[in-house]
């Protein structure tokens, strides 16, 4: 590199990959992850459920469509910090308010460019999620060493909780509505919306959209919400958003929420985080993953139809199919890894699925689960 590096990347293992900072300055601890979507930078950087994660763009033109408060899926960027292969540019799209860089350093988000991510995502791989440090300096002054230890003195995902963090603090009403550009594509209209409530332990803007698309009215509630709280709402269905951190780890309060809106007989939909929440809850295991997925195109077979659906992946952790009891049913599988992508109640409609079925931006093969939680209220009318 020909000029003096601003930002550097310490692995736990001691690698250390130099480059340009970009955004807020200062130093981060996360678990470093790769994303190989080739466009939606700025949905994955707000997805809630990178918080703690920063993400390796595999794609290396990120920042070129600038940033847009209607592509926001939360308030804030939650992944820590990005890593990039070229230096954002200006932007160059219609739809642009400002530029990524300024965006991300009036957020208090790090970025890093001119890495070569191809040879970092390979590390990535080999070691499956190390820790890093992410540091950015306009002096270019690094103690290594001390960021070396940091990532290496950091716990990690493993049995932490951070959706009851990204949630939302008071419960509220969606009245944003349904996706704009839908227009009749897929819409469904009810004479009498389904009364819906999503326990938000992290959820994408687009996740709640699409809700009201397929016929709801949304109300969210913070994760931490007990059954009696959610029933007081007398919703028709309940859905269990994404969010971040270790399934394991919400044990205290959205399990045995969960547990206790099964015993109440209530439709139910989960994705990601809310599909491994209902697993547990249901009594199956979670794991973490060697390797996550963190992707747009990511292949997943419908194990009941044999139909492949091509999916948006955020996860590393995973729901177990050898320790799913007798009465729940797998429904979909990675064909990356077999690893469990979807299970169903035999008897009950509960249904979830560990990929992003509203997959802001796309594709959306998966838009169907949807339609299916509505009919599944509709049954019940
Ligand atoms: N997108 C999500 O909801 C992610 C779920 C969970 N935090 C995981 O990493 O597996």
Same mark, same amino acid.
């Given at each position: ?28 601890v ?55 292969r ?9 739809? *642009? &308010? /400002? #530029? ?7 957020? @208090?988000?790090?970025?890093?460019? =001119? ?25 270019g ?8 230890a ?6 990690g995902l ?14 509220y ?15 469904v ?32 509630l913070?994760?931490? *919400? &007990? /059954? #009696? ?7 028709? @269905?309940?859905f269990?958003?994404? =969010?971040?951190?270790?399934p ?26 809310g599909?491994q ?15 996550g ?9 419908d ?35 077999g690893?469990n992508c ?15 079925p509203?997959?802001?931006p ?19 009318r």
């Open positions: 590199m020909a000029t003096k590096p601003t930002a550097c990347l310490a692995l736990a293992d001691g690698t250390v990959f130099y480059g340009r900072g970009f955004g807020a300055t200062g130093e981060v996360a678990e470093l992850v790769f994303n190989t979507a080739m466009t939606g930078y700025q949905e994955i950087m707000t997805d809630p459920s990178y918080a703690s994660q920063i993400v390796t763009f595999t794609f290396p033109h990120i920042g070129n469509t600038g940033v847009t408060p209607e592509d926001d899926e939360a308030q804030d960027p939650m992944a820590s910090g990005i890593v990039v070229w230096d954002p540019t200006e932007p160059s799209n219609w739809r *642009a &308010t /400002a #530029e990524l860089t300024d965006w991300m350093a009036r957020r @208090g988000r790090i970025g890093i460019g =001119g890495v070569d991510t191809r040879r970092l995502t390979r590390a990535i791989r080999q070691q499956g999620a190390p820790h890093v440090v992410l540091a950015h300096d306009p002096d002054n690094f103690d290594i060493e001390s960021l070396v940091k990532a290496r003195d950091w716990t493993v049995g932490l909780d951070l959706a009851r963090d990204v949630s939302c603090a008071q419960s009403r969606w009245d944003e509505g349904a996706w704009d550009w839908a227009k009749g594509f897929g819409r209209t009810e004479d009498r919306p389904f009364k819906v409530v999503a326990l938000d332990y992290g959820a994408k803007r687009n996740i709640l959209r699409s809700l009201v698309t397929y016929g709801a009215e949304v109300t969210v913070p994760a931490t *919400a &007990t /059954a #009696e709280e959610v029933m007081a709402h007398e919703p028709e @269905g309940v269990l958003s994404n =969010g971040p951190g270790d394991a780890a919400t044990g205290e309060y959205a399990v045995p929420m969960i547990r206790d809106l099964l015993d109440r007989d209530m439709p139910i939909f989960g994705i990601c985080l599909h929440m209902l697993a547990l809850a249901l009594g199956a295991r979670t794991v973490k993953m060697g390797h997925h963190h992707g747009a195109n990511h292949p997943v077979r194990v009941e139809t044999g139909k492949v659906e091509i999916t948006s992946m955020n996860h590393g952790f995973a729901v177990d199919s050898q320790s799913l009891p007798q009465g729940v049913i797998e429904t979909h599988v990675s064909l990356f890894d690893s979807g299970i169903r109640m035999a008897d009950r409609p509960v249904f979830s699925v560990q990929h992003h509203e997959a802001a796309g594709p959306q093969d998966s838009l169907y689960l949807f339609e299916r939680f509505a009919e599944s209220m509709r049954a019940r």
